[in-house]
């Protein structure tokens, strides 16, 4: 059977990409942020996990405005990244696994989670830019890859507890797969920041690290806010952090810790990282 073997959280800043392709890892600006990922690195490397379920949000480059669906899932083979206007150039196509992505939709609408299915998703820096940071940008990429979209562009978003709730029922989709595959899933965005109006760069330590103290073993802590109370503490984009609890409702209620690093700011934003070990 499909096992989860972990859970990772990442920023997914589109700066980060740039940094990566432009050698400036170890300049020091980026270093202590990209210094943060070795052992995450190392993690991944020694428990070689064969599938990774990326939950992000699209930021309009696959679905925009006129069209967004709550909950979206790639069910293809491949799916391509495309330009953004970030200044990012594409990377190589990810490899997928419709076949498990087909288990997970079925099980999840069975679980009453009516999610949108998606035979072609174009992937944007919400889900290149972690793979990067903790793979290294490949061609081909080393790992099999599943988006899961949520929305926390265009209001209605999902609140905190829907979250919590898709990853309950996304760990027992995933973990009633029968073949015998090794699981991450991996939680990209956050944590507090607003890219624009009045309180453009508003960074909130503090909310973030009580986040990912919480995150960890009482995720249900942060179900608590509504998506305004979160946005008043973490600033409008500071929403997506919900999305980390659809990576923590995956796992089992106990996990241990491997390894937590937050740093700010790069660019506007704070940057958590987190990997959770569901042994
Ligand atoms: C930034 C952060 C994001 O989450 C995003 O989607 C775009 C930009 C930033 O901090 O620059
Ligand atoms: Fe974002």
């Known amino acids: 059977m499909a096992k989860i073997i972990g859970g990772l959280t990442s920023s997914h800043i589109p700066a980060v990409g740039n940094a990566i392709e432009q050698g400036l890892t170890q300049e020091p600006y980026w270093k202590r942020f990209f210094d943060g990922y070795a052992p995450a690195k190392a993690w991944l490397a020694e428990n070689q996990p064969d599938v990774v379920i990326v939950v992000y949000n699209d930021h309009g480059l696959n679905f925009f405005l006129d069209k967004v669906p709550t909950f979206a899932i790639g069910c293809a083979d491949r799916y391509e990244?495309?330009?953004?206007?970030?200044?990012?150039?594409?990377?190589?196509?990810?490899?997928?696994?419709?076949?498990?992505?087909?288990?997970?939709?079925?099980?999840l609408v069975e679980q009453e989670f009516d999610i949108c299915t998606c035979q072609e998703i174009k992937v944007d820096h919400g889900f290149v830019n972690p793979l990067r940071a903790l793979w290294g940008t490949s061609d081909p990429w080393p790992i099999k890859t599943i988006p899961l979209a949520v929305n926390t562009v265009q209001h209605p978003v999902p609140s905190a507890k829907r979250c919590l709730q898709l990853g309950h029922a996304l760990g027992r989709a995933i973990e009633s797969y029968p073949e015998d595959l090794k699981v991450v899933v991996l939680g990209t965005g956050g944590m507090s920041h607003q890219l624009q109006g009045e309180r453009a760069g508003i960074i909130n330590v503090e909310f973030d690290l009580d986040c990912m103290e919480k995150i960890i073993n009482e995720p249900q802590w942060l179900t608590q806010f509504s998506n305004d109370e979160i946005m008043a503490q973490a600033g409008t984009e500071g929403i997506e952090t919900i999305m980390w609890l659809v990576m923590r409702g995956a796992l089992q209620p106990q996990v241990k810790l491997v390894h937590k690093h937050y740093h700010v700011p790069i660019s506007n934003t704070g940057a958590g990282l987190l990997v959770l070990d569901n042994q």
Request: hydrophobic share 40%; charged share 20%; aromatic share 12%.
């Open 81 to 107: 990244n495309a330009d953004e206007g970030w200044g990012l150039k594409p990377v190589a196509p990810f490899t997928g696994d419709a076949e498990l992505s087909w288990h997970i939709a079925e099980s």
